[in-house]
């Protein structure tokens, strides 16, 4: 008895040696990923087709087992190891299985890694040939949401900004009617009319600038622009504001600086610095435009003593209809686009604006534009401090 006990024994400790042996050297199951030259149980030419796919892609076997998944799948966090990570995909990938039905829907994935948002994805579902293996195809939807949520809030701003403007215009002429017997106050509500139509125009002017530039096409007209003659017809449009509140506009720098561009652009931008500069600023202050080459670029600054921008507010000023006091941008005859203009003209150059400010004591505005030719150069020599008033 003790003896076929202790044979039992001996057997049983054998077979766990052989299992464990064998689980040694049996590599466990390979799954799959790009770049492997076989496809394993894949139905031919499948592999080839999900390798030029763009889509994240992932076959699961009848069991469920990831059997294939692209790189951008796992980075995703879709897959991991052989297990589909979705709970709401994989029970997709079943249904399809069950009735062999091509089935697509929008799915959120909880970001794998700590911190990490989670990724919408757009994905279809399919039967891959006869042996209960399922093709799940997932498309990265994060920016093409980001994208419509921009273009609604816009075009919720744009409706609300045209609103305003557009609902005083029809209550101004319905006072004009009931006034008609008094024409001081025909007069008056007129040209309130008229203050009201010159913002809508300014509204629609800014929209359609900032529509051009926001278009395929970088720059429409690209050339060799003087930075002085762009200057003086943005300073030139400026001028009767500046007089109105005796602000003293004032040139200095670098003449003779070239810029490679679009004038009109450039002076769109410049026109709206300059004039939010004095928008911005109190009676009898200065504004300074200041020019200087900077290596393959051209420095343009625009530097008031207004009343400078909140630093929580500084990171948002280039934003579409971002104002630090709306009831202040509207006064001044403000559209709320003036520096996204500014913002988009600067990147349509492959330049960039910055921004220096503080409360109370001013702000100076730098576009950076390309050199034309590679290389700022001042064809005529420095000149001092000039004013243009
Ligand atoms: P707006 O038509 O309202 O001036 P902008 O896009 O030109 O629109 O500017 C956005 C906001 O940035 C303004 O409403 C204002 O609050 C602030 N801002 C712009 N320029 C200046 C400046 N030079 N000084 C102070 N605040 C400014």
């Known amino acids: 008895m003790a003896l076929s006990l202790a044979a039992l024994a001996g057997f049983i400790v054998g077979a766990v040696a052989v299992l464990y042996y064998r689980h040694q050297i049996e590599p466990p199951r390979r799954v799959e990923d790009d770049g492997d030259a076989e496809a394993g149980a894949l139905p031919h030419g499948v592999a080839s087709v999900l390798a030029v796919l763009p889509s994240s892609a992932v076959v699961l076997d009848a069991r469920d087992r990831v059997l294939r998944a692209s790189s951008a799948a796992r980075a995703f966090g879709l897959v991991k190891g052989e297990r589909l990570m979705a709970a709401e995909l994989l029970a997709l990938a079943r249904q399809v299985r069950r009735d062999g039905e091509i089935r697509e829907s929008e799915i959120d994935v909880a970001g794998h890694k700590f911190g990490q948002e989670s990724t919408s994805f757009a994905v279809r579902v399919a039967p891959l040939g006869s042996h209960g293996q399922v093709l799940v195809l997932a498309e990265d939807q994060t920016e093409h949401r980001r994208v419509e949520a921009v273009r609604r809030d816009f075009v919720a701003n744009v409706s609300h900004e045209l609103k305003t403007p557009v609902g005083a215009l029809s209550l101004l002429a319905e006072t004009i009617q009931d006034a008609s017997d008094d024409p001081e106050a025909v007069d008056r509500f007129a040209s309130r009319m008229q203050h009201e139509a010159a913002r809508l125009t300014y509204l629609v002017q800014d929209l359609i600038t900032l529509s051009r530039i926001q278009g395929a096409e970088p720059i429409p007209t690209p050339g060799q622009v003087s930075i002085d003659e762009a200057v003086g017809d943005a300073i030139d449009h400026c001028n009767t504001k500046a007089v109105a509140k005796d602000i003293v506009l004032v040139t200095g720098g670098t003449e003779g600086l070239r810029a490679w561009g679009d004038d009109e652009l450039l002076v769109t931008a410049l026109r709206n610095l300059i004039s939010n500069a004095i928008a911005y600023s109190p009676e009898h202050t200065r504004v300074v435009v200041s020019v200087r080459p900077a ?74 534009l390309p050199a034309f030719g590679g290389t700022a150069v001042a064809v005529p020599p420095p000149s001092p401090l000039e004013a243009v008033k």
Request: charge should be negative.
């Open 295 to 368: 290596g393959d670029s051209v420095e343009i600054s625009v530097s008031d003593q207004g009343i400078g921008i909140p630093e929580d507010a500084l990171e948002r000023i280039f934003e579409r209809f971002f104002r630090v006091d709306a009831a202040r941008s509207r006064a001044t005859g403000g559209t709320g686009l003036g520096l996204a203009i500014v913002k988009h003209v600067a990147n349509a150059h492959a330049g960039e604006v910055s921004v220096w400010s503080k409360e109370g004591s001013g702000s100076t505005f730098t576009l950076r």
